[in-house]
């Protein structure tokens, strides 16, 4: 490859397939409205983290991810761990849309493609989490939009045994999310955590949802933290205490408008640092991380400032 070109990381798999089976179109469509660069396809989970670290430390300068959530997550963090003064560029294909919803990349792949082209390069934050593997020891990983548990960490366990068979990524629109959410509610059972932000003493809390967001939207287009900024070196910490099945039912579709957090069993926060472990040993708590289950609690998450250069539109705040 020539690393002064532009590298766009395809993730075949996303969108069920569809972002393969639709390459080829797309292909002309980036090159027509963004101009020359290479190209690279994943064939398996972890694939686009290690084409876009590798490739970042042999000097490619533009990595641009094509594929869902996932996707874009995973060439986020090759590119983080390189820690080299690589760029990531978003075109928009695949199930999920979150991230690029807080960017404000168009949805229509010509004006991405544009996008790509004449956008500006900005420096954003990035969470970190370390979190708990299944054998016990401690790893972590960056996400670029959220990571979160309870209510949200069992449906993407649940989903995500289901879906990665076949390659599908977790969170496959808005439909399809809510389906498995209430899926999940009528099983779910409230866990007891401890909660510390920062130095502050620890908080003992049931919840139905702790969400840590970098970005606004999650889960296919919850707005799950409607005033997060890519670039006030914060997370926004969104609490939702232990709600009842009814409860989650009834006030669950005020999260896809943004205005849940009026609501006195929600609380919310602007954060550096935060921890959560549970109460009692022996609990398992699932996490998830940019729509992936890596691990589960105890977990810490804190935030990088100014940590990665991602191209967006012009008139982004």
């Given at each position: ?77 090759g590119i983080l761990r390189s820690r080299a003064e690589a760029e990531l560029g978003v075109l928009p294909q695949g199930t999920g849309a979150d991230f690029l919803r807080t960017l404000g990349i168009p949805s229509r ?209």
């Amino acid at each position: 490859m020539t690393p002064g070109l532009p590298l766009v990381i395809i993730n075949p798999a996303a969108g069920g397939g569809e972002a393969g089976r639709s390459w080829a179109a797309a292909a002309a469509t980036v090159r027509s409205h963004f101009g020359p660069y290479q190209c690279a396809f994943t064939e398996r989970e972890g694939d686009a983290a290690r084409l876009a670290e590798e490739e970042a430390r042999a000097g490619r300068r533009f990595i641009i991810s094509f594929g869902g959530d996932g996707t874009i997550s995973e060439v986020a963090r090759g590119i983080l761990r390189s820690r080299a003064e690589a760029e990531l560029g978003v075109l928009p294909q695949g199930t999920g849309a979150d991230f690029l919803r807080t960017l404000g990349i168009p949805s229509r792949l010509a004006d991405a493609a544009r996008t790509l082209r004449c956008g500006q390069s900005r420096k954003i934050d990035v969470g970190q989490v370390f979190y708990t593997r299944p054998d016990g020891t401690t790893e972590s990983r960056y996400f670029i939009n959220s990571a979160s548990f309870g209510l949200s960490g069992e449906v993407a366990a649940r989903t995500n045994r289901v879906h990665r068979a076949n390659g599908r990524h977790l969170f496959g629109g808005t439909l399809a999310y809510a389906t498995h959410t209430v899926k999940a509610a009528m099983a779910f059972v409230p866990p007891a955590v401890w909660i510390q932000i920062g130095t502050d003493a620890a908080r003992r809390l049931s919840v139905t949802q702790v969400s840590v967001n970098n970005g606004k939207f999650f889960g296919g287009g919850m707005k799950i933290a409607p005033g997060a900024s890519l670039i006030d070196g914060h997370l926004d910490l969104v609490i939702v205490r232990k709600l009842s099945f009814g409860r989650i039912l009834a006030d669950g579709p005020r999260i896809y408008t943004g205005t849940h957090l009026s609501l006195p069993e929600v609380d919310h926060s602007r954060v550096e640092s935060v921890s959560a472990r549970p109460v009692s040993e022996g609990t398992t708590i699932d996490l998830e991380v940019d729509g992936e289950t890596p691990g589960t609690l105890p977990a810490r998450f804190q935030v990088w400032p100014q940590a990665l250069i991602v191209r967006t539109p012009l008139n982004t705040n």
